[in-house]
């Protein structure tokens, strides 16, 4: 019997019998309806439920692995349901919809066999869609006919003749952010497939050790971690909840990607004529490299100035630079010129950490591939013009502006830089970016930019521009 013909086939297990849901998969269940149905956040629901629910030690490790795998490769899962259940994964109920993409991810991609797979799949729809419960056997078991391999291989747009369809089913994610990956890339195909793989690894934590509070090798030393590859703050977490280190409820550390450090830290490096004393973040929510950039000024007799729009985020900063010689202003940051505490040349360092699509840390976010779209670009591209506008209006002629986004997509980082240079109408030079890095980083490129990337760096994606205001 089909899978689709079995769709309405009730469960016969008798009246009254509540069937027993392993807790770390029906945690996973929650997390993963909470972001289908509320547009949830899985970094921020899925702890909250695993506290709640008291889902702790290898319990929890598995629910955490089920929940973003099966966000991040919803893609190629919903392309395998689809044709194990004969429809359209649209047209399946949302709660057995969400349960049959555990279930899918568990038998395709986890080490968990299939009749285990089969069975807790089955028992969690009978709690949260009792009336599809012979319709979910019927189709799990078709899931597991074949391998991961063999569905991709069937599946799969041919890859001569259209290998962005063939890489966007096979590791997972929208066309559209396929072909901007490999337009970054110089066309390379086979770089591509690399990116998107390491993009579907669970990235590691990483701790940034505030200079002058503690060294790298000693914050190490004590979480049991590793000094990064090639940012001196860094320390590599390997695992545990890296909010109950004392070293982050202290203030001596927090918690922020290599790259975010690294491109914070070059901004530093870059010389500037004349005085060094005012530094500017305009866009400094959530307040990670605030933290950092503060904790290099406390060193070297400056004083920053970070900037955010948002209320909540401000707070956010506060908390990130407290203790260290800066001040936070509740504004936006393209009201330069027009407010009293952000002056036109009013400043010898600038970051631009510039708001956009997000798609450099698309590991740390399993949703967000499916939730950003093409349409997204225009409004965010023209805010980050403006704000790079704003940026060479508040630096002085001999300082720098550092322009980073988190984001590989050329229209975010080499057209924004270009138009916002453009509309600013002010005389910049490029400073390479490359020696203000650690010496030693590989596949930076030929400047005067740099691209960081997860399968070049272990990084988030993180591009930054570094411009000198001439005059």
């Known amino acids: 019997m089909t899978a689709h013909a079995r769709g309405g086939q009730q469960s016969r297990r008798p009246a009254g019998r509540r069937p027993a849901v392993d807790p770390a998969r029906f945690a996973a269940y929650e997390a993963v309806a909470a972001v289908h149905r509320d547009d949830a956040y899985a970094n921020l629901v899925l702890p909250s439920i695993l506290r709640e629910r008291d889902v702790r030690g290898r319990d929890a490790a598995f629910a955490t692995e089920l929940t973003y795998g099966a966000l991040r490769s919803l893609g190629t899962l919903d392309a395998v349901l689809a044709v194990a259940a004969g429809r359209e994964v649209e047209r399946i109920d949302p709660p057995a919809r969400d349960a049959l993409r555990l279930g899918a991810y568990q038998i395709l991609y986890m080490r968990v066999p299939a009749h285990a797979a089969v069975s807790s799949t089955?028992?969690?729809?009978?709690?949260?869609?009792?009336?599809a419960t012979g319709f979910a056997n019927a189709v799990?078991?078709?899931?597991?006919?074949?391998?991961?391999?063999?569905?991709?291989?069937?599946?799969?747009?041919?890859?001569?003749?259209?290998?962005?369809?063939?890489?966007?089913?096979?590791?997972?994610?929208?066309?559209?952010?396929?072909?901007?990956?490999?337009?970054?890339?110089?066309?390379?195909?086979?770089?591509?497939?690399?990116?998107?793989?390491?993009?579907?690894?669970?990235?590691?934590?990483?701790?940034?050790a505030r200079p002058g509070r503690v060294d790298a090798v000693e914050l190490a030393d004590e979480v049991g971690g590793a000094p990064g590859a090639f940012s001196p703050y860094t320390v590599y977490l390997p695992g545990g909840a890296p909010g109950d280190l004392a070293a982050i409820r202290d203030g001596r550390a927090h918690v922020q990607d290599e790259g975010s450090q690294l491109v914070a830290?070059?901004?530093?490096?870059?010389?500037v004529e004349g005085s060094d004393a005012r530094w500017l973040d305009l866009c400094a929510g959530p307040g990670g490299k605030a933290g950092l950039l503060a904790a290099i000024a406390a060193?070297?007799?400056a004083h920053l100035t970070a900037v955010e729009v948002t209320a909540h985020r401000a707070d956010l900063v506060s908390q990130a630079v407290r203790g260290f010689p800066a001040t936070v202003l509740h504004t936006d940051g393209r009201t330069v010129g027009r407010d009293a505490d952000l002056p036109e040349q009013g400043f010898d360092r600038v970051l631009v950490d510039a708001p956009c699509t997000g798609l450099g840390a698309l590991r740390r976010r399993p949703e967000a591939r499916w939730r950003r779209q093409p349409s997204d670009l225009p409004p965010l591209t023209r805010l980050q013009r403006e704000l790079l506008t704003a940026a060479l209006r508040a630096v002085r002629?001999?300082?720098?502006?550092?322009?980073?986004?988190c984001s590989p997509h050329t229209v975010e980082t080499h057209v924004?830089?270009?138009?916002?240079?453009?509309?600013?109408?002010?005389?910049?030079?490029?400073?390479?970016?490359?020696?203000?890095?650690p010496a030693g980083m590989p596949g930076l490129g030929t400047g005067p930019t740099v691209q960081l990337w997860p399968h070049r760096h272990g990084t988030d994606a993180m591009f930054l521009a570094v411009l000198r205001r001439t005059s």
């Open 397 to 405: 002629p001999g300082g720098v502006v550092g322009y980073v986004t």
């Open 299 to 301: 060193q070297r007799g």
């Open 265 to 271: 830290a070059a901004l530093v490096e870059a010389p």
């Open 122 to 131: 089955v028992d969690l729809v009978r709690v949260v869609a009792p009336g």
């Open 416 to 437: 924004s830089v270009t138009e916002g240079t453009r509309r600013a109408d002010i005389a910049v030079d490029f400073v390479d970016a490359r020696p203000l890095l």
């Open 140 to 208: 799990l078991r078709e899931i597991t006919t074949r391998d991961l391999d063999t569905w991709v291989g069937e599946l799969a747009p041919d890859y001569e003749t259209d290998p962005v369809g063939n890489l966007a089913l096979a590791y997972s994610h929208p066309q559209w952010i396929v072909r901007a990956f490999q337009e970054a890339l110089g066309g390379d195909l086979d770089e591509t497939a690399r990116l998107l793989i390491e993009d579907n690894q669970a990235p590691g934590v990483h701790l940034c």
